[in-house]
């Protein structure tokens, strides 16, 4: 039989050590690397060396104090360090697997008042303006970096990254914009390329041959005033004969505002950059970003746009990627949705990071699946996410699970997510969830509304209320007139919408209403050449840090739309922290017109009313075609007091239990967690 996914799981020969296959796990800050105590760091690591991935890279560390990303974020300066550090390559070890320690020093970027930079120029995500280094101070922080990689073999790490990218602190010695330095470390290109040449090139002297240095280099930096492609060939050769193993590509300064790995942008969107760079030099490049299936990962190697594929957030999800791969069990990956809620948005907040599909993911010590030893019968009722998660996690574990569903498909409310443009990655939730179903053994019940007195005829020893949400009664004037629909009526397709619409409800709901609204079909996250046009994205050998400065190319909308909320303030301020400012920015390029502080005064047949400030001085008349009722849920508890007078034993979960938005990270974490504890 053919062996799955030739190039993916084809080994890579480095000379001195060959990785089992071309996955590498990327690096990713969650928290577990901050402190003294690795147990849970090592718990997370090993899992995923056992799951067959073939390199992994850890979440920056420091070098020094003043590049730590924050106060006391994780950090390798000393030999007592080292030691602890142990704890987790020899947990990676004992899987099989191989495990390189990222250092990650912060410059600019640095979210505390020790900062140092090429210059004393402050970033625009820090509150601190840095102090500029001396050209001693410069030698210094390169000692550092070296000592780091010292102690990381003297740890038992089988390499180091070398972040170079991302808008940290070698990547601002590159770019003239952020290194306005006089002296030998600035000026001209080869002076201020310097630093990670001099930083590899003595890592090199000081850690042997037989250790890998992969260099994360920005191939792009989506950035004005960034690298050009010239400088960035330049760089790469110099770092491939300063004895770097392997180059990693770095895509985007943290600091751009282009996104680049939330769900809305297309699969491998960046590959091509990798692609561009091959031929360029002769040790293998590895490629990243938004590569989140083993399909789309084989076809960016066997297409030559890399040597390596690196997975970071895809293996959050799925622990066991590359074995189900390996398997031809692909079917079975629980896949990254890339929503960045539980990842990347917990990181920016100082909170652990876990993962929205998978919220055993940095929690391998404390939340664990173990085989039922008395199995039980359960019913689930509702097949939301909620449901989804306690009916197939209950199943897993061996309890006999009927699951009930009063609609004609499983879903629930995911089925109206993943028809928003740029949330089709909602689509592989669902796939997931199917298979789930098959292989757990969940009797599944469609088109039944499950009630209390059926529910305890049937003997079932507990009942899950996984039973949604329901949209509020806002309570305005004229709300039953023909105009008015409901954000389901939209999104299920039930209704024709007009030209001209005003959305009550600016929270999560409203946003993907709107661009719903306003962006045909297909979106641009299925369609590279038109989405890489609407950000403006460029060929980097043509336009300086890969962008044109415009937003020019961006198709007209379908619908004038005006998205309003009660609150005042800006709309969309409770979005996530890392995608809020993409789906405001993808609103105002469709001419979306976004009011905060609106009072509703009445609905009728010129449109919507509506007025402002305490006083409500002014009505004013929206000419729409329709008015979107997005204001709001309330859980659904019907079953609650029936099944409490049949004296089942019951749960509530999910939207039933707090209608928050559409909240499927809480819902799953709060129902495998209940499951596993039953």
């Known amino acids: 039989m053919n062996k799955p996914y030739p190039h993916l799981l084809a080994p890579l020969d480095l000379g001195f050590v060959t990785l089992p296959n071309r996955v590498l796990m990327g690096s990713m800050h969650t928290g577990l690397e901050d402190g003294n105590n690795f147990r849970r760091l090592a718990a997370y690591f090993a899992e995923r060396a056992r799951g067959g991935v073939g390199l992994i890279v850890t979440g920056g560390f420091a070098p020094n104090i003043v590049g730590w990303v924050k106060p006391f974020a994780g950090m390798l300066v000393s030999h007592g360090a080292a030691k602890r550090h142990r704890e987790v390559t020899s947990a990676v070890h004992a899987e099989g697997g191989r495990i390189a320690l990222q250092i990650l020093h912060a410059g600019r970027y640095a979210y505390h008042p020790f900062a140092v930079a090429p210059s004393k120029l402050k970033s625009p995500i820090s509150p601190f303006s840095p102090r500029e280094l001396s050209a001693r101070g410069v030698e210094g922080q390169i000692a550092a970096f070296v000592r780091c990689a010292r102690l990381a073999r003297e740890a038992g790490y089988d390499g180091v990254e070398i972040m170079g990218s991302e808008g940290y602190f070698i990547n601002e010695f590159l770019v003239a914009e952020t290194n306005r330095r006089a002296d030998a470390w600035g000026g001209g290109y080869s002076n201020r390329m310097r630093l990670p040449a001099e930083i590899v090139t003595r890592t090199r002297e000081a850690v042997g041959r037989d250790f890998i240095i992969i260099y994360r280099l920005s191939m792009i930096d989506l950035m004005p005033g960034g690298s050009s492609w010239d400088e960035v060939v330049i760089l790469a050769k110099a770092i491939e004969r300063a004895g770097a193993t392997l180059i990693n590509t770095g895509i985007g300064w943290h600091e751009a505002r282009i996104p680049t790995i939330a769900t809305s942008v297309p699969r491998g969107a960046f590959a091509w950059v990798t692609k561009k760079m091959k031929g360029e030099v002769g040790i293998p490049l ?47 990956i629980n896949t990254c949705i890339g929503c960045n809620q539980a990842c990347l948005d917990h990181t920016f907040v100082g909170k652990m990071s876990s993962c929205l599909v998978n919220p055993r993911a940095c929690h391998e010590t404390e939340l664990n699946y173990a085989p039922a030893v008395i199995k039980r019968r359960f019913a689930v009722v509702g097949a939301g996410p909620a449901g989804l998660a306690a009916a197939t996690t209950l199943a897993g574990r061996g309890h006999s699970v009927d699951l009930f569903e009063s609609a004609g498909a499983i879903g629930g409310q995911l089925n109206m997510a993943k028809v928003v ?14 298979r789930r179903l098959e292989l757990t053994g969940v009797r599944v019940h469609l088109g039944v509304r499950a009630s209390a007195e059926s529910l305890a005829a049937q003997g079932f020893e507990q009942v899950i209320v996984a039973t949604g949400v329901a949209p509020r009664d806002p309570k305005i004037k004229g709300q039953d007139h023909p105009k008015v629909l409901s954000y389901i009526d939209v999104l299920r397709g039930a209704s024709a919408v007009g030209k001209r619409v005003a959305i009550i409800g600016a929270g999560g709901i409203g946003f993907d209403v709107a661009e719903f609204l306003v962006q045909a079909s297909p979106s641009p996250t299925v369609n590279l050449d038109e989405w890489l046009a609407e950000w403006g994205i460029g060929d980097p050998g043509v336009a300086r840090g890969g962008v044109d400065g415009v937003l020019s190319r961006v198709s007209p909308p379908l619908r004038e739309v005006t998205l309003l909320q009660r609150k005042a303030g800006k709309p969309g301020a409770g979005l996530g922290k890392t995608t809020g400012w993409i789906h405001r920015t993808t609103l105002k390029m469709k001419q979306v017109r976004m009011q905060g502080g609106v009072n509703y005064e009445e609905i009728g047949d010129r449109g919507l009313l509506i007025s402002t400030g305490e006083r409500r001085e002014d009505p004013t008349w929206l000419d729409v075609d329709n008015v979107i009722l997005c204001a709001g849920q309330e859980p659904l508890r019907e079953l609650l007091a029936p099944l409490a007078a049949s004296n089942v034993r019951t749960h509530v979960i999910g939207g039933a239990d707090k209608a928050v938005e559409l909240d499927a990270k809480r819902a799953i974490d709060q129902a495998c967690r209940l499951a596993a504890a039953l």
Request: include cysteine; glycine fraction near 4%.
């Open 421 to 434: 443009p740029g949330k089709e990655e909602f689509h592989e939730m669902l796939r997931y969830f199917r």
């Open 286 to 332: 590895i490629t990243t970003n938004r590569i989140n299936t083993p399909e789309v990962a084989e076809r960016i190697l066997a297409d030559g746009c890399a040597d390596m594929v690196s997975l970071a957030r895809p293996l959050l999800a799925d622990a066991e990627f590359v074995n189900k791969a390996a398997d031809a069990r692909a079917d079975e």
